[in-house]
């Protein structure tokens, strides 16, 4: 799996391209880690090219999602696959995170909390 971080604005966009699963979920939380350390408060986790979460990679989203918001933080997910957007429905937690459709939706909106649209059926 390889984890790239970017900047716009002042938003950190991490996008993660392959498999997240409990040998590479402790990458995606260094990415994640990483932002925070420099101060980021705000964190889209773009997973487009996400081909499945295991419950490792669940388990650190929530825990980073619990550490910006600890810190007037805010982090959302944007672009699931319909198998990685399943996990997160057996789960329980897609009613936890801010969960656009795609890149663009957030990044085109001057709002600094745009309206939530849920992938309900991806």
Sequence with gaps: MDVTVSERDDTAIVS???????ESAERLDTAISGVLARGGRRVLVNLEKAAYIS???LRVLLGKYRDLRRTDGEMALCS?????YRVFLLA?????FPIYVGLDEILATNDSEPEKKENKSP
């Design 80 to 84: 699931l696959q319909p198998d990685v």
């Design 16 to 22: 993660v391209d392959g498999r997240i699963d409990a």
């Design 92 to 96: 329980g937690v897609h009613e936890v």
């Design 55 to 57: 419950s490792s990679g």
